[in-house]
């Protein structure tokens, strides 16, 4: 609250004001929506069971039908012209129905059957078949394609036996799928509602509406509605499907097989949205009549302030942008009066001065900083960090231009002797002395650095190979020319050997141009000191022979 404006406060207090009406929105709207669910999935677990009923209806009506067709069977079943008559009698009174009716014998093999055949067919592999005969009850099957019709069906198989008990052949019927859908059609669903039923496998044998992506002998395709349906006989779950919206299911088990298996499922869904559209729309219209309401005390706070404290927070607001902006300089010039807003003023202004004068502070500060990152602070020159930071650039700028650049490494002879026979301290005055010589030989385009201890190095911006050297040389003569004391005694002559590398001829990048210029040098150095050599390496200039060193006289 304290780094709010006035407006700002007064805007969020209307706002604030507001949320306890919205927190009750909410909640109505959640009690809404859960009375809405809870009414829903009560009326689609009794559509469901209701559809499951009419489904086990429809299984027992086939039943019965073979439990009346096993009676007069018995004696048929050896009579295999007798037979065939009986079910195509069967068959055509069912039509529509069922796709075709017939018997097998024990071993499984095809005996009669209302619709014509030809060679051996055998249902020993089919499940309905096996269940009916180890069994000795009625069993219904799965999706299946008939191997001699070719349609689509669910067969049911039930046992035929004789005096004994003994199971001398099963009864089977496919079922037209249509059937299914028939009778999931009579289910009263809602509005986008929708009811499957699925074999034991998952497989789609009915279906209505008859719409969507997967049609009957299809395999449900989302695996969390198909793990939730068959994890147990009936349940209720939330799923989303794989081409719609989040829905509510219910699914029931339609009968038992003698094996203890579910072979039928009936699954009803509902669209949550469709649910909880009521209570979504009261929802949205509690909540505009909340934003119109609060829109308007919103309005009320905004221009009421507009009209009690413009000027001055017009003022200030004006001047907090110019400062934040950077223009430590600006003041509110509002009169030290007695009212808040004034004195706020007056405090602004205040804080605005310290700020500035902190600002110059810490610009100086950090100018100071920056300079001794780069700077060795013995010498005066950059230092390594700087060169090894700024060369990159400089190669990115030189390869742009088409133009060389060039690095001298010096090393200064025999340094260690000057430590030693004079003290360190004769030491630091003698490379004070050459970084001044250095900063004097150089243009304001190039660099000098010291690269550590008593080691150099200059980067010269469009040098040629020639130019390079002669600056190389220039430098050192202008060393052996010095003549240096410590403590009123002379030091004595001091030398240094140089080493030359040229970007792009002798390398291309920052840490093999540097190492180019280096090998040069301890050959400046091995070569007997005093005297400069220009690398070797890589390939000279066009037209311009590049000497690989030159050196004078060591006295």
Not at 131 to 153: D, M, N, P
Request: charged content about 25%; overall charge positive; proline content about 3%.
């Amino acid at each position: 609250m304290k780094n709010l404006s006035t407006r700002s406060k007064l805007i969020l207090l209307v706002v604030v004001s507001a949320l306890p009406a919205l927190v009750l929105i909410l909640y109505s709207a959640f009690e809404q929506r859960t009375v809405a669910k809870e009414n829903a999935q009560a009326d689609l677990i009794r559509l469901t069971r209701l559809a499951a009923r009419e489904q086990e209806q429809m299984i027992e009506s086939v039943r019965q039908t073979m439990l009346a067709s096993s009676q007069g069977l018995a004696a048929l079943q050896s009579n295999r012209d007798g037979c065939n008559r009986y079910f195509v009698g069967l068959l055509a009174q069912n039509r529509g129905r069922y796709h075709s009716m017939g018997l097998y014998n024990a071993e499984g093999d095809l005996v009669c059957r209302g619709v014509q055949w030809k060679g051996k067919i055998s249902a020993a592999d089919r499940g309905y078949f096996r269940r009916a005969k180890e069994s000795g009850q009625f069993s219904i099957g799965e999706y299946q394609t008939g191997r001699v019709t070719g349609l689509e069906a669910v067969n049911f198989g039930y046992p035929l036996e004789d005096a004994h008990g003994k199971v001398t052949g099963v009864i089977f019927i496919g079922f037209d799928l249509d059937g299914f859908n028939r009778v999931a059609a009579t289910t009263p669903l809602p509005e986008n509602g929708n009811i499957t039923v699925l074999d034991r496998n998952g497989v789609v044998i009915g279906r209505h509406p008859i719409t969507g992506a997967v049609q009957a002998g299809q395999k449900l395709r989302n695996r969390r509605v198909l793990e939730a349906t068959f994890s147990r006989p009936s349940g209720v779950f939330e799923a989303a499907p794989l081409d719609g919206p989040k829905r509510l299911y219910v699914h029931e088990a339609v009968a038992r097989n003698p094996d203890g298996t579910i072979p039928i499922r009936v699954l009803v869904s509902l669209p949550l949205s469709e649910i909880f559209a009521d209570a979504n729309r009261a929802l949205a219209r509690n909540l505009a009549g909340l934003a119109i309401a609060t829109m308007l005390l919103v309005l009320g706070a905004w221009y009421g302030t507009e009209v009690f404290v413009l000027r001055n927070i017009r003022t200030l607001l004006d001047t907090a942008r110019r400062v934040r902006s950077g223009d430590l300089g600006a003041r509110t010039g509002l009169h030290h009066e007695r009212d808040e807003l004034n004195q706020v003023g007056r405090e602004f202004d205040e804080m605005a001065e310290t700020l500035q004068r902190r600002d110059l502070e810490l610009k100086k500060a950090m100018h100071e900083l920056q300079e001794q990152a780069i700077t060795d602070p013995l010498t005066g020159l950059h230092n390594t960090r700087y060169l090894r930071e700024l060369l990159p650039g400089e190669l990115l700028r030189a390869k742009r231009k088409g133009s060389p650049l060039a690095v001298i490494m010096i090393d200064v002879d025999h340094f260690k002797r000057v430590n030693d026979s004079l003290g360190h301290e004769a030491g630091d005055g003698v490379l004070k002395e050459l970084g001044a010589l250095f900063k004097q030989s150089i243009r304001g385009s190039d660099i000098a650095c010291r690269y550590g201890g008593e080691e150099f190095a200059i980067i010269l911006a469009d040098a040629t190979s020639e130019s390079a050297r002669r600056k190389a040389e220039d430098i050192r003569a202008a060393v052996k020319r010095l003549k240096l004391s410590h403590g009123g005694k002379p030091i004595g002559d001091v030398t240094v050997s140089l080493g030359v590398a040229l970007f792009p001829y002798h390398a291309d990048q920052t840490t093999t141009l540097l190492r180019r210029a280096d090998e040069a040098l301890y050959q400046a150095k091995g070569a007997g000191r005093d005297r400069v050599v220009v690398s070797d390496a890589g390939a000279a200039p066009q037209g311009r022979e590049t000497p690989k060193s030159h050196s004078a006289p060591v006295r």
